[in-house]
């Protein structure tokens, strides 16, 4: 029977969690806001919450985010965005794909911003709107380079155009997206691309349906921190509020998810026995053996079986045998005074140690962005905010 020995948060439910720190994610967003800081006036910033924002949980953080300073928020299909709008009656919503026929009378009655790339897409939003009684806001997104969602650059003006002959339509933006935004070659490629799209509508003169003139955007967090000329009149955050960046520890930002699980089970076996599916790790001493509840079910790669570690009472641990559906294997033979209840931390930080998706991801050859989306399948979450920075 699994005793809870350790001051921990934990789930109802399971033992076995995600953990997000809403603290950290209000601190990232500082940050951000913090490299921006000497703009005048400063771009807005749209928060990127789309995949339940990266595995953390979309309406929690939306609300956090929003009371926070973000201004907008980004998803990536109408069914995210009305999830967010149940819970937020105002706050922009805008959806960064286009969207299918058959859902655009969902997102124009749930006032979510719909991208446009076309003029089938236009026209189609155009007559759903009419036939609601209602305006659809709409961007227009543009193909600067990545050559995945956009309109070419020479159709950006006709677009105009027609969504501004169009009553039942509201332009709000001209947007694009960056294929390398770590690279000021490429990021300066598209820029100016971009830019020359810009000039040429006269984007500046041109009001919204509410008086206000259109605004412009291009840079992730990462551009707009490392390329000024990129922020336009807002940029869209994501991966980086999250404490995140995509292949590396960040030295600035606050990963907010830990993973972590309870020892439900302890037994010893002898040198020279094999443990888990397929027998693929064996003892070189007598060992003794934690399971805790967390498989390949809850978004833990099978690949990462016999190389991941660890965090138990302070120390690192080696994860052994095949991970499993539903449980996974540690030697704690070093840590004794284990016993069942304890917490095995998989992503997160103990006693000034951390194990972040980074390193999962260096071990996979994938990105963070995954990873986090991953952990999204089953584990319940709890949320917590730490004070005085404990």
Known sequence: MVTHRQQAASSVRRDAWV???????????SVIKNWMG???????????????????????????????????????????????????SSAPILILSPSPFWALGTAISDSLDLTVTSIAEIEAIADVARKLHMCARVHLKVDTGMHRIGCPPEKAKELVELIESLPELDLRS??????????????????????????????????????????????????????????????????????LESTRNSKTLTPALALRGRINHIRDIKEGESVGYGLTWTAKRQTRLGNIPIG???????????????????????????ISMDQMLFD??????????????????????RIGLSDWALILDTITYELACRLRVRLPRIYTRRRNGQ
């Open 19 to 29: 953990e997000i720190d809403l603290s950290a994610i209000e601190k990232n967003l």
């Open 38 to 88: 000497k703009d005048q006036p400063p771009p807005q910033i749209m928060a990127v919450v789309k995949s339940d924002a990266y595995g953390h949980g979309a309406v929690q953080v939306a609300e956090v985010l929003l009371a926070s300073g973000a201004t907008w928020l980004a998803v990536a299909s109408v069914d995210e965005g009305s999830q967010i709008r149940e819970i937020d």
């Open 174 to 243: 001209i947007y694009s997206h960056l294929a390398i935004a770590d690279n000021e070659e490429s990021v300066r490629f598209q820029n100016n691309i971009f830019s020359s799209v810009l000039d040429d509508i006269d984007y500046k003169s041109r009001k919204n349906g509410e008086g206000t003139r259109l605004f412009a955007h291009l840079a992730s967090s990462d551009a707009a921190h490392l390329f000024p000329f990129s922020r336009h009149d807002l940029v869209r955050a994501g991966l980086n509020l999250y404490g």
């Open 332 to 353: 704690i033979t070093d840590v004794p005074e284990a016993q069942e209840g304890d917490v095995i931390t998989l992503i997160g930080e103990e006693n000034g140690l």
């Open 296 to 322: 390949y079910a809850d978004g833990v790669d099978r690949k990462l079986s016999n190389r991941l570690q660890g965090l138990l009472s302070g120390k690192l641990i080696n994860q052994v045998g095949r």
